[in-house]
């Protein structure tokens, strides 16, 4: 496994920190590091699957189930008037974690969509405040 696997294998395993959103024995989600907006979310399968190629049909499957959960507690917590969710799968296609994951990036009206290179890290504090918010609406659905 190469570094690029290591990072959300940790995570999941509780090796490193994340601002938590959701989690069960299944999949993870969490803020990511560096934000579209705030609430942009990661969903992750515990297991590690590189890509979409490799996940069972039953695993992506659960994994969508929770991705719509999360879109729904992410627009509701941080008053997104959109959501996009964007998966990828290989260098060609931008993938820079091969581990699968599915991005929830709430948007609003005449926004643009930055470039990676764009994006600034977050601060922890900051990522546990919009943490908090998403989570009021996860333990309500």
């Known amino acids: 496994?190469?570094?690029?696997?290591?990072?959300?294998?940790?995570?999941a395993r509780k090796e490193?920190?994340?601002?938590?959103v959701f989690e069960d024995e299944r999949a993870m989600a969490f803020l990511d590091i560096r934000p579209v907006n705030d609430g942009h979310t990661l969903v992750i399968p515990k297991t590690h699957?590189?890509?979409?190629?490799?996940?069972?049909?039953?695993?992506?499957?659960?994994?969508?189930?929770?991705?719509?959960?999360?879109?729904?507690?992410?627009k509701k917590g941080v008053k997104a008037e959109g959501i996009s969710i964007t998966q990828h799968n290989g260098r060609a296609s931008l993938q820079r974690i091969f581990h699968l994951h599915v991005h929830v990036?709430?948007?609003?009206?005449?926004?643009?969509f930055p470039?990676?290179?764009?994006?600034?890290?977050?601060?922890?504090?900051?990522?546990?405040?919009?943490a908090t918010k998403i989570k009021e609406y996860l333990a309500s659905s």
């Open 49 to 74: 699957y590189e890509n979409i190629y490799e996940i069972p049909d039953d695993e992506i499957a659960y994994l969508y189930k929770i991705v719509k959960r999360v879109a729904l507690a992410v």
């Open 115 to 130: 470039r990676h290179d764009e994006l600034s890290e977050a601060r922890r504090e900051k990522l546990e405040e919009t």
């Open 1 to 11: 496994m190469t570094q690029e696997h290591w990072e959300f294998c940790k995570l």
């Open 16 to 20: 490193n920190d994340a601002s938590v």
């Open 105 to 112: 990036i709430p948007r609003y009206e005449g926004q643009t």
